[in-house]
T-cell receptor, first 112, second 115 residues
Framework: SQQGEEDPQALSIQEGENATMNCSYK?????LQWYRQNSGRGLVHLIL?????REKHSGRLRVTLDTSKKSSSLLITASRAADTASYFCATAYSGGYNKLIFGAGTRLAVHP | EAGVTQFPSHSVIEKGQTVTLRCDPI?????LYWYRRVMGKEIKFLLHFVKESKQDESGMPNNRFLAERTGGTYSTLKVQPAELEDSGVYFC?????????????FGPGTRLLVL
């Protein structure tokens, strides 16, 4: 079965620095979505990138998708302490009627 | 527009008891999904409703889990009898159409602890 995998598992940076998280998957997808989860809270949708798209921006977020390598990256620029959270990629794979397959997540800590 | 809501936010029960979780999707969303995250593991899909019909229940772990969505509005997920390994966070998500590119909006989750 398909499984998304993020790396690194944990990332610790200073405020103002950029944070890059990567995600890999195994099968053909319809889209890939990134979510954020603050400690003890629900999942907040950040961005969706379709399989025919290569890059997408939303505010300080930049997502890339390389379907030939079956990988995606999430870049957070000029990070803030409030960005501290766990970040998950989730893939909606072809034939899966939009059910999402999640990776284990990257725990990001941004220090003031 | 109100988001996806879930009730209760936390539940602590003893092994063998029954627990019912409720999810209210965003109004007008035909698709409703249940996921769960067991401690230390990934978030995993449980099942998917389109209106009141079960589209995909391939992720349901066993027959102790029963999901319903009568009338195509809110959904309940009942665990009976609960076992220790059922502990985790149960998420509900909804999306508007049966569009393969639809964003799924998640609720805050129900934290279930089975003792």
């Amino acid at each position: 079965s398909q499984q998304g995998e993020e790396d690194p598992q944990a990332l610790s940076i200073q405020e103002g620095e950029n944070a890059t998280m990567n995600c890999s998957y195994k099968t053909s997808i319809n889209n890939l979505q990134w979510y954020r989860q603050n400690s003890g809270r629900g999942l907040v949708h950040l961005i969706l990138i379709r399989s025919n798209e290569r890059e997408k921006h939303s505010g300080r977020l930049r997502v890339t998708l390389d379907t030939s390598k079956k990988s995606s990256s999430l870049l957070i620029t000029a990070s803030r302490a409030a960005d501290t959270a766990s970040y998950f990629c989730a893939t909606a794979y072809s034939g899966g009627y939009n059910k999402l397959i999640f990776g284990a997540g990257t725990r990001l800590a941004v220090h003031p | 527009e109100a988001g996806v809501t879930q009730f209760p936010s936390h539940s602590v029960i003893e092994k063998g008891q029954t627990v019912t979780l409720r999810c209210d999707p965003i109004s007008g969303h035909d698709n409703l999904y249940w996921y769960r995250r067991v401690m230390g593991k990934e978030i995993k899909f449980l099942l998917h409703f389109v209106k009141e019909s079960k589209q995909d229940e391939s992720g349901m772990p066993n027959n102790r889990f029963l999901a319903e969505r009568t009338g195509g509005t809110y959904s309940t997920l009942k665990v009976q009898p609960a076992e220790l390994e059922d502990s985790g966070v149960y998420f509900c998500a909804s999306s508007r159409l049966a569009d393969l590119q639809e964003t799924q909006y998640f609720g805050p989750g129900t934290r279930l602890l089975v003792l």
